[in-house]
């Protein structure tokens, strides 16, 4: 058993991950340029500080990585994504999200770094015609940062019959909570995720949440999203590198509760678990926002026996909401 490379590991998902994986007594490396993650959040593992996408310098900072230690898995969660960003600057998505991925592949090739997980998304199905979605749903992002994750889908095929790298592509849905240990979680700079902005509002951060639009063909109104707590997604990363260790062949699979709630739901749920009181202001939809996105995992269950262990929302807010009070302004900005 080898070492694992984790990139992105000091961001939100990668982070528990991380820590998930050291529970398993894992032999941990994080490569991460700490533009999104948190030097805190990787508190007492071997962190690199690099960026994937510095052409001028990956190559040789893998090359040393890979050739000094034995990595038998790499884990891929470095990347941007924030869906508006994408769409006004798609270039740093594509060097970021696909060039700065080649460099990985093109040095686990070169090294024969023989397996990856890749975090993927379900902004790659787009609009779904059917709900709940499967793996085998048609792709067709409606934005950069969609496009972006499914060319990398695209990449990985490519690479696995170039160089027989073998891959999982995690499409999460609604990443959300916090770790319950209360010292990893959810900080993004500019937040744009609903959870933590309804928290913000609870505390008195901010005055009020925006809810974007009340017109959806939903029966409230607002979206609907299948949130999914971020240790429970970590936990399918753990059954994901025995799987490839055990021989699995290359596969995707989508990661939810397979369960949906809506966005006044969210807040309303964030109201009973604070004891506090949130004012929420209409607002116009966001653009490129489907209606509804909810999971079927069911081939993450019945091919890797992953079982989401958080299933109610309030309890994934709970958990949000602890790391909200312990951390108001989010980790500190060493
Ligand atoms: N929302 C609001 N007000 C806010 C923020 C969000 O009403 O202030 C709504 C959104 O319109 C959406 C829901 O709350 O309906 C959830 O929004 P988030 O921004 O928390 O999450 P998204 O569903 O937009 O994004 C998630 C992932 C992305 C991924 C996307 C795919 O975080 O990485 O799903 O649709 F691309």
Redesign the pocket.
Known sequence: MGSLLVTGGAGYVGSHAVRQLQCKGEKIVVLDDLSEGHRQATAGVDLVVADLADTTRIGSVLDELFQKETFDVVLHFAGR?Y?GESVRDPERYYRINVGGGIELLSAMARNGVPRIIFSS???TYGEPDTVPILEDHPQRPL?A??RTKLAFELALKDFEIAHGIRHINFRY???AGAHPDGTLGEDHRPE????P?VCDAALGLRPA?????TDYPTPDG??I?DYIHVVDLADAHILGVEALRSGASSTSYNLGMGHGYS?LE?VESVKRVSGRDVTARHTPR?PG??PS?VASSQKASDELGWKPSFKDLDDIVKTAWQFKQSYPQGYSKT
């Open positions: 994504a869906v998304t379900c902004a934005s940062y969609g849905f609604n990443a744009t995720h609903l959870i902005l949440v925006d809810i974007f639009g607002t979206c999203r966005v969210v966001r926002d489907p996105l």
